[in-house]
């Protein structure tokens, strides 16, 4: 149930992910505080679970803590990457900082904290703290987290889109992960699906692997091999998705897509095109195959 308190939770959560995409120079507000400013801001993102517990009688102290707590920390944990890294190679805490975001999301570890179906605040909310520390403290180039569409993401994302579904849909069919259904949607169901996975699933997806974690290997391994590396990632973090055991037809479908995905973000190092390309699979999956 959407009471009053959860939806202004919703928008509270949104705000940040949203400015962000669209004003990516918003990000560059946050220098004009001071040090100790600038850490502690991120200590606002606990007030979506403070609104969304107490309307749903489920708060718990040690909850508020660490959505209080963990963005301080990894915001901290970037301004000294920031400080010891001018060079912008990466370093160690950058990927802790991705290993416990990734991890969290994947192994699902703060979403008791939440109602069963308001369990995706818990994604947006670690994505806004990613982006906080990372865009605007650490200050990471190259990661193209804008998603003013140009005509060009389009064309590159259906690019990679095409190249992927020839290879995908006779080895899904093959080892039987996808099961074709001919049934022709409601054209705003299709739309609705498109828009929902875009943004829930896709940009929040495509920007850890490719705008964070490719971006960062990229500088220390090559293009070539931080793109195989991270469709590798990719791929096993489905390996818990639809199953209570490890999905390794999911993991080595969604591995190739990686590289799919790596190659339109590094086109021209644009979210926006790979996240084309990341909705348009999995809406047609969702759609047709699932």
Same mark, same amino acid.
């Given at each position: 149930?959407?009471?009053?308190?959860?939806? *202004?939770?919703?928008?509270?959560?949104?705000?940040?992910?949203?400015?962000?995409?669209?004003?990516?120079?918003?990000?560059?507000?946050?220098?004009? &505080?001071?040090?100790?400013?600038? &850490?502690?801001? $991120?200590?606002?993102?606990?007030?979506?679970?403070?609104?969304?517990?107490?309307?749903?009688?489920?708060?718990?102290?040690?909850?508020?803590?660490?959505?209080?707590?963990? $963005?301080?920390?990894?915001?901290?944990?970037? +301004?000294?990457?920031?400080?010891?890294?001018?060079?912008?190679?990466?370093? +160690?805490?950058?990927?802790?900082?991705?290993?416990?975001?990734?991890?969290?999301?994947?192994?699902?570890?703060?979403?008791?904290? +939440? $109602?069963?179906?308001?369990?995706?605040? %818990?994604?947006?909310?670690?994505?806004?703290?990613? #982006?906080?520390?990372?865009?605007? /403290?650490?200050?990471?180039?190259?990661?193209?987290?804008?998603?003013?569409?140009?005509?060009?993401?389009?064309?590159?994302?259906?690019?990679?889109?095409?190249?992927?579904?020839?290879?995908? #849909?006779?080895?899904?069919? =093959?080892?039987?992960?996808?099961?074709?259904?001919?049934?022709?949607?409601? $054209?705003?169901?299709?739309?609705?699906?498109?828009?929902?996975?875009?943004?829930?699933?896709?940009?929040?997806?495509?920007? *850890?692997?490719?705008?964070?974690?490719? %971006?960062?290997?990229?500088?220390?391994?090559?293009? =070539?091999?931080?793109?195989?590396?991270?469709? /590798?990632?990719?791929?096993?973090?489905? +390996? %818990?998705?639809?199953?209570?055991?490890? %999905?390794?037809?999911?993991?080595?479908?969604?591995?190739?897509?990686?590289?799919?995905?790596?190659?339109?973000?590094?086109?021209?190092?644009?979210?926006?095109?790979?996240?084309?390309?990341?909705?348009?699979?999995?809406? #047609?999956?969702?759609?047709?195959?699932?």
């Amino acid at each position: 149930m959407f009471t009053p308190l959860i939806t *202004f939770a919703a928008l509270i959560t949104l705000i940040p992910y949203l400015a962000a995409a669209f004003f990516p120079k918003i990000t560059a507000a946050s220098q004009r &505080l001071p040090q100790p400013a600038q &850490l502690l801001l $991120p200590a606002i993102l606990c007030l979506p679970y403070i609104l969304v517990a107490c309307s749903s009688h489920t708060f718990r102290w040690s909850w508020l803590a660490l959505y209080a707590i963990l $963005p301080v920390a990894i915001a901290a944990l970037m +301004w000294n990457a920031r400080r010891t890294d001018a060079a912008q190679r990466g370093t +160690w805490r950058d990927y802790f900082v991705l290993a416990i975001l990734g991890l969290a999301v994947d192994l699902r570890w703060f979403e008791p904290a +939440w $109602p069963a179906h308001l369990t995706v605040f %818990n994604k947006i909310l670690l994505l806004d703290a990613g #982006i906080y520390a990372l865009l605007c /403290i650490r200050q990471l180039g190259n990661v193209g987290f804008n998603l003013r569409l140009r005509l060009r993401d389009l064309l590159i994302g259906l690019r990679e889109f095409a190249f992927y579904v020839p290879i995908a #849909i006779p080895l899904g069919l =093959t080892l039987g992960f996808l099961h074709f259904h001919a049934a022709w949607p409601h $054209p705003l169901r299709a739309i609705g699906a498109f828009v929902f996975t875009f943004f829930f699933i896709a940009v929040p997806e495509e920007l *850890f692997f490719r705008g964070w974690l490719q %971006n960062l290997l990229e500088r220390r391994l090559g293009r =070539t091999t931080a793109l195989a590396v991270t469709a /590798i990632l990719f791929g096993l973090s489905h +390996w %818990n998705k639809h199953t209570l055991h490890f %999905n390794w037809r999911y993991v080595v479908l969604a591995a190739i897509a990686g590289v799919f995905y790596g190659r339109a973000w590094r086109h021209d190092r644009r979210i926006g095109a790979s996240a084309i390309t990341h909705a348009s699979v999995d809406t #047609i999956w969702g759609l047709w195959f699932r």
